[in-house]
């Protein structure tokens, strides 16, 4: 009998503990799950607050404007919702045309951007497709010229894109007859520079012979 008691007894010792144990790990648990969730839910009000200083997130874009093809320009714009501040460049390969003229050393590409708001932006006349296309093969520029963008929005977080732009990509593209006066005279003014610029190269050929 008195073996069936201490049987009994190491029995329930076995199992107070065996309890307790459960109790203290799902406890432990519990308290790493609230834990877990209070910095989740520090970050979100963080980004919250972050975001409402900053006006939301900018998006610094360097790209193409294809809407004048086959003259090429360059474009730098904010399409995020924020502004962007302290913006800088960086090139894989200068970006310049076929007469020696360095689009990415004027100062806002060399020196950067102090501050660009939402939707605004930059734009710079490249070079007409037919002078510019030959100058990019000549220089070994088939895959572009990357561009790598750095950034800050208004509450000082860092951001930072890289842009591949290639306007090889466009040759031989057939664009539709533009209509209305404006137009007229910009594809007159295009004629005229694509002349001028043949003239140059003739009189440059001929003074070398």
Known sequence: MSDAVAL????????TIFYSAVFAIGYY??????????QTN????????????????PQVVV????????????????AGGGAAKAIT??????????????????????DGINLLSPGDGV?????????????LQQKGLQEGVKISVRYEDLAGESHQNEWTINPLHYQNIRTPPRQGSE??????????DRLSRRKDNS???????
């Open 63 to 78: 790209g193409l404007n294809l809407n004048r093809l086959p003259m090429v320009d360059l474009i730098v714009r904010n």
């Open 89 to 110: 460049f960086g090139f894989s390969a200068p970006i310049e045309d076929s007469s020696g003229f360095v689009l990415s050393e004027l100062p806002y590409l060399r």
């Open 42 to 57: 520090r970050e979100m009000l963080y980004e919250t607050r972050e975001l409402r200083l900053s006006g939301g997130r």
């Open 29 to 38: 648990l519990l308290i790493k799950l609230n834990r877990g969730m209070l």
């Open 203 to 209: 009189n440059d050929h001929n003074r070398r012979e």
């Open 183 to 192: 137009d007229a005279v910009e594809m007159l003014l295009e004629a005229l």
């Open 8 to 15: 009994a007894q190491i029995f329930s010792t076995i199992a």
């Open 123 to 135: 734009e710079c006349v490249w070079e007409h497709l037919d002078s510019l296309a030959p100058f």
